[in-house]
């Protein structure tokens, strides 16, 4: 089966996962109550649930399994940065998916390997300046990045972004009926200098762990992360962790309605 194939093989499966959510009731919820610790309800549903958003405010979005974190990129000297990423992930003590890995790659290509081995659901991080360069090569990244999002539209706003800032994009595969993120990519200019690309890094990897969190943008930095003191970095806020203890834990269901959450059980 050849590449263009398998990529419609894909799509179609989506499609069809997308219809039967919706013929059969699978989507419907059920009566279960969570238990909010160390965050209130009013501040989980702010992130959560952000008001008068289609989609977004009426049920919980969340990935089934806390997802993989995979960093790829032409510049081989990255895999220093992107280990001291995976080890300050490993340090915020929350739920981890797999893998977790950099990756080196001569051309875009080459990242069709990737899916083909770790499939898509995963946050991508990709360093790349040629996502940011609009020209040939960009297409050719462009094609990759297809495998990764299965959605000409989502790999367009993609693209689309990361032309009009020249620093970052991010996009996630989200099935509107269900809720269920599938995969995240970010595209991430490396010339915006190494300490805002290791920012960057972090701050993008939460945000995709996450997608309505980041709807209004400033409000999700400024509450998620602490900034650094004394040359030190960015991390996560106490706030942040009591949140992503909540929507990446696998018990918590696709799709909960807001009135599902209430007090700590603990």
């Not at 960093?71 to 977790?100: I, T």
């Not at 969190?213 to 004394?230: G, K, L, S």
């Amino acid at each position: 089966m050849n590449r263009t194939a398998i990529r419609y093989t894909r799509w179609a499966s989506g499609a069809l996962c997308l219809a039967l959510f919706f013929s059969s009731g699978l989507w419907a919820q059920a009566a279960d109550l969570y238990g909010l610790c160390g965050i209130d309800q009013q501040q989980f549903s702010k992130f959560a649930y952000p008001a008068g958003v289609p989609y977004l405010s009426d049920r919980l979005v969340k990935w089934r399994q806390p997802p993989g974190l995979i960093v790829l990129s032409p510049h081989a000297e990255l895999e220093g940065a992107s280990k001291r990423l995976f080890e300050q992930v490993g340090n915020d003590g929350l739920q981890a998916g797999s893998p977790v890995k950099f990756v080196h790659y001569a051309t875009p290509d080459e990242i069709y390997n990737v899916t083909t081995e770790h499939g898509i659901n995963n946050v991508f991080l990709i360093v790349d300046a040629v996502g940011f360069s609009g020209d040939q090569r960009t297409k050719e990244l462009r094609q990759a990045v297809m495998d990764m999002l299965l959605s000409p539209p989502i790999v367009d706003r993609l693209f689309s972004t990361a032309l009009k800032n020249q620093e970052f994009s991010i996009q996630s595969h989200v099935n509107l009926i269900s809720g269920e993120v599938f995969s995240s990519v970010a595209l991430i200019n490396p010339e915006i200098g190494a300490t805002a690309v290791s920012h960057t890094l972090y701050t993008l990897y939460y945000a995709a762990l996450s997608p309505p969190a980041t709807y209004r943008v400033r409000d999700f930095f400024d509450a998620m992360f602490v900034p650094p003191v004394n040359g030190g970095a960015t991390h996560l806020s106490e706030l942040a962790k009591a949140y992503y203890r909540v929507v990446l834990d696998p018990g918590v269901q696709i799709g909960a309605l807001p009135g599902q959450f209430g007090e700590c059980n603990g």
